[in-house]
Nanobody, 124 residues
Framework: QVQLVESGGGLAQAGGSLRLSCAAF????????MGWFRQAPGKEREFVAR????????YYSYSVKGRFTISRDNAKNTVYLQMNSLKAEDTAVYYC?????????????????WGQGTQVTVSS
């Protein structure tokens, strides 16, 4: 069964850090581009970051660039999102997703499989 399982969410203070993990099961992980998206209350889900199959190509949304880092460990079938200098506006449910393209994408349609999401709450 193909499955993505996120973990690492929780409560952080503004200026703090959190590290999200997303473990993949039942798929050839190294063949998939991976992405992180988030959805804040009352808002549409938005792109956060994506990483290529090999991990050598990354891309970030303007709102998180310079604060968040996406990485992956293909030996562990896991993708990470290191979030530093957190802001209250980073509060959202964070989702990881995998897609068949080499570098991943910035649109939801670029991805086939989604995790269940993990809540991140940043207090100001």
């Amino acid at each position: 069964q193909v499955q993505l399982v996120e973990s690492g969410g929780g409560l952080a203070q503004a200026g703090g850090s959190l590290r999200l993990s997303c473990a993949a099961f039942g798929l050839p992980f190294s063949r998939y581009g991976m992405g992180w998206f988030r959805q804040a209350p009352g808002k549409e889900r938005e792109f956060v970051a994506r990483i290529s199959r090999s991990g050598d190509n990354t891309y970030y949304s303007y709102s998180v660039k310079g604060r968040f880092t996406i990485s992956r460990d293909n030996a562990k079938n896991t993708v990470y999102l290191q979030m530093n200098s957190l802001k209250a506006e980073d509060t959202a449910v964070y989702y990881c997703a995998c897609g068949p393209t080499r570098i991943g994408g910035t649109k939801e349609a670029d991805y086939d499989v989604w995790g269940q999401g993990t809540q991140v709450t940043v207090s100001s």
